[in-house]
């Protein structure tokens, strides 16, 4: 059915593949084992394009960002569960509500994946939790838009999770060991998520004038938010500099976001459906589409917690937290009870 | 309140051998080898699985350099530290 | 096209009906957890076990619906309340039998509903292998494997509740004492069951109760949890006589498809 149309998501992924090659790779070249000044050595680790692991010597600042660039992608994980887990009950057909219900159980299984390579750098997982619930620590901003029909269950997973692919792919060749090898883990698995989105949009979109006007409507409210993803234009990106130098970061935001836009118009043209840009036009001398900006005031509005569900979302999370605790509170009671010292004969 | 950590070894099939991927949280033993069976095989017939408490292994990694690490601190993570995480969003 | 009311005809559709429907009602239930459990590892546990459920359903729905050339979907979707053959216990919505419609979930009542439906699911997969329908017995075989996982997962969360706190312990009792009537029809003979019992297809309900309780009694034990005496037993559910709460699940479950007549999606 789709052709070449996933011609330059098959090109992200043998990304993965050949991200993990590399990783494998250089984990058989030796290290300059000369470097006794720990600074060095980590320098030189990351020239070699090897990678941190969680023993290593780094810098502080180096910590921190990733802490919190690995938090807050695992808080995106577990808070995205929430748009998308709303339609599941209501999913229009069995085989639907089946692969949704599988798609959100990714989602969790990735915040897990990724708590855990942020625990790596001697951190708990109740302490980032309680960052989020604080709202000390943020998730991504899209999660903030409603899911107002069963099309956004298409929208999000072809533009959102489309962006996020974008995003995460060049995260697999980041230098901190456990968080590439997290991002590969990842990624291997967005692999259907993305198409099990084009596909409901497709069938929708080739469907009643009623499931067509949703599509659309769909693609409306969630193409310029996708866009947002990629974060503000590069001139106001503050980290950015500093991430790359310490290769947590790859690819400018503006590069990352022109990619995606040049991805997605030829799979607009398949689906049938309008992204909503008169703007849109391929530029002949860069090869690339020009396209209209999304407006980067309300994606700041957005992060400060003013957007359609922040509330929303957090009260979810707080509520889900809270009414579980007795729960928690009752395991570690039984276990208490049990505890022997490890390697005590039963 | 903390439920513990624990390292999770998978072997795929007879024949290789156990590999770590990841980690859980879990209350206990049984929890935690359930807990890993649902997150890193999905439940995959045929696999072995090992948990063990993340407090329980003793590493050591020689080319790993670390003026500040006390050498009989031969665990596998740092300690944990409260240190503060910057407020605010500072997004990427 | 409306909702089509019928029952399908013919004695194996129906039965395939009940085992289809226990399935599908159980996993709405438990599909409603999505990004509310009390951890996030048992988020995904639950959803395994919706998605267990699910797949057992759609099997079974599509067997039934067969005869009679209706899809999966078409009895899922545009059957009303009183065709649907599910056992009441499946259809007590999260937060307990007398909870208002949108309560929050209780994870006690989660686990003890999956406890006692789940050790009767595996009981019933188990002598279901031996069905003489060939599609029963398929499904049965790869069913009764996912059973036993759900029953240990139970399990496992019951005595933690039950022998943990003596918060959870009060609290889980209370969800066992408010379950445990509804467990009385999942072991009622009635025509169709006798038939599938003469036929071979399927084992008498009543036939099940020891294994059942073989299952059930030592888990409630190790909790420290009392069995509730018997005494009043809802029933109903196999003629479609639900409770209130069935309604307010099919309106969620149905709402978007019935909007959308004859739609693909």
Same mark, same amino acid.
């Given at each position: 059915?789709? *052709? ?6 098959? *090109? ?311 009414? *579980? ?22 | ?21 990841g980690s859980v949280h879990a209350p206990d033993a049984d929890m935690a080898l359930r807990n890993a069976r649902d997150v890193y095989t999905r439940r995959q017939e045929g696999v072995s699985i090992w948990v063990v408490p993340a407090a329980a292994i003793t590493a050591s990694s020689p080319d790993e350099k670390d003026a500040f690490f006390d050498p009989a601190a031969d665990k596998v993570y740092r300690h944990p530290t409260f240190y503060d995480v910057p407020e605010g969003a500072k997004h990427l | 096209m409306t909702g089509d009311h019928r029952v399908p005809e013919g004695q194996l559709a129906q039965y395939a009906l009940r085992v289809g429907d226990d399935a599908l009602i159980a996993a709405q239930r438990l599909a409603e957890w999505s990004a509310r459990a009390p951890e996030m590892e048992e988020d995904i546990a639950l959803s395994n076990i919706a998605l267990d459920q699910l797949g057992v359903a759609r099997f079974l729905l599509s067997l039934a619906g067969g005869a009679d050339g209706r899809s999966e979907d078409d009895l899922a979707y545009l059957r009303d309340d009183a065709e649907f053959r599910n056992c009441l216990l499946a259809e007590v919505p999260n937060g307990g039998p007398t909870a208002p419609p949108g309560a929050s979930g209780d994870f006690g009542v989660t686990m003890v509903k999956l406890l006692l439906l789940g050790a009767y699911q595996l009981c019933l997969y188990e002598r279901?292998? $031996? ?107 196999? $003629? ?26």
């Amino acid at each position: 059915m789709y *052709g070449n149309d996933f011609g330059e998501l098959s *090109g992200l992924l043998d990304q993965v593949d050949e991200a993990e090659k590399a990783l494998v790779a250089a984990a058989h070249r030796d290290a300059d084992a000369g470097a006794d000044d720990p600074q060095t050595y980590f320098d030189g680790v990351l020239a070699a394009d090897q990678k941190i692991e969680p023993r290593d010597w780094m810098p502080d600042a180096y910590r921190k960002t990733l802490i919190r660039q690995i938090a807050q992608h695992a808080h995106s994980e577990i808070i995205g569960m929430q748009p998308e887990g709303n339609w599941i009950t209501r999913a229009p057909s069995l085989k639907r509500k089946a692969i949704l219900l599988a798609k959100v159980q990714d989602e969790a299984g990735h915040g897990l994946y990724l708590y855990a390579a942020a625990e790596t750098l001697g951190i708990s997982r109740d302490e980032l939790v309680q960052l989020l619930l604080e709202g000390r620590q943020k998730y991504s901003s899209i999660f903030n838009y409603p899911t107002l029909t069963w099309a956004d269950m298409g929208a999000i997973g072809w533009l959102v999770d489309g962006a996020a692919i974008v995003n995460q792919v060049p995260l697999c060749r980041c230098s901190y060991g456990p968080y590439a090898r997290a991002m590969i883990r990842i990624c291997k698995e967005e692999s259907f998520h993305q198409r099990q989105g084009f596909e409901i949009l497709h069938t929708l979109a080739h469907g009643t004038p009623a499931q067509h006007a949703m599509a659309q409507d769909a693609i409306d409210r969630w193409w310029y938010p996708s866009l947002a993803m990629f974060g503000p234009p590069d001139a106001d990106s503050t980290h950015s500099e500093q991430s790359m130098a310490w290769g947590i970061k790859r690819f400018s935001n503006d590069d990352l976001r022109q990619r995606f836009v040049d991805m997605c118009v030829g799979q607009a043209e398949v689906l049938g459906l309008r992204l909503p840009d008169d703007e849109l036009r391929l530029n002949a001398e860069t090869g690339h589409y020009d396209y209209t900006q999304p407006d980067f005031d309300e994606l700041m509005q957005v992060i400060k917690g003013n957007g359609p569900c922040n509330r929303q979302r957090m009260a979810h999370r707080r509520r889900a937290h809270d009414e *579980g605790a007795w729960v928690r509170e009752a395991a570690e009671a039984y276990a208490a009870k049990r505890a022997q010292p490890v390697g005590a004969a039963a | 309140m903390s439920s513990p950590l624990w390292e999770v070894f998978v072997r795929p099939r007879r024949g290789l051998s156990h590999t770590h991927v990841g980690s859980v949280h879990a209350p206990d033993a049984d929890m935690a080898l359930r807990n890993a069976r649902d997150v890193y095989t999905r439940r995959q017939e045929g696999v072995s699985i090992w948990v063990v408490p993340a407090a329980a292994i003793t590493a050591s990694s020689p080319d790993e350099k670390d003026a500040f690490f006390d050498p009989a601190a031969d665990k596998v993570y740092r300690h944990p530290t409260f240190y503060d995480v910057p407020e605010g969003a500072k997004h990427l | 096209m409306t909702g089509d009311h019928r029952v399908p005809e013919g004695q194996l559709a129906q039965y395939a009906l009940r085992v289809g429907d226990d399935a599908l009602i159980a996993a709405q239930r438990l599909a409603e957890w999505s990004a509310r459990a009390p951890e996030m590892e048992e988020d995904i546990a639950l959803s395994n076990i919706a998605l267990d459920q699910l797949g057992v359903a759609r099997f079974l729905l599509s067997l039934a619906g067969g005869a009679d050339g209706r899809s999966e979907d078409d009895l899922a979707y545009l059957r009303d309340d009183a065709e649907f053959r599910n056992c009441l216990l499946a259809e007590v919505p999260n937060g307990g039998p007398t909870a208002p419609p949108g309560a929050s979930g209780d994870f006690g009542v989660t686990m003890v509903k999956l406890l006692l439906l789940g050790a009767y699911q595996l009981c019933l997969y188990e002598r279901l292998v $031996d069905s003489s329908e060939a599609s029963l017995a398929e499904v049965a075989g790869k069913a009764r494997k996912e059973s036993r996982y759900h029953v240990d997962h139970a399990a496992q969360w019951t005595v933690r509740l039950g022998d943990g706190t003596a918060t959870s312990q009060a609290r889980v009792q209370q969800a066992l004492d408010d379950l445990w009537p509804y467990t009385h029809e999942l072991f009622e003979d009635d025509p169709l069951a006798v038939w599938a019992a003469e036929a071979g297809v399927g084992p008498l309900p009543s036939s099940l109760r020891a294994a059942w309780d073989a299952i059930v009694l030592p888990v409630l034990e190790e909790a420290t949890l009392t069995v509730p005496p018997a005494g009043w037993h809802p029933t109903g559910g196999r $003629d479609g006589r639900h409770t209130e709460h069935l309604s307010y699940l099919l309106a969620e479950l149905q709402v978007l498809h019935r909007a959308h007549p004859g739609a693909s999606w």
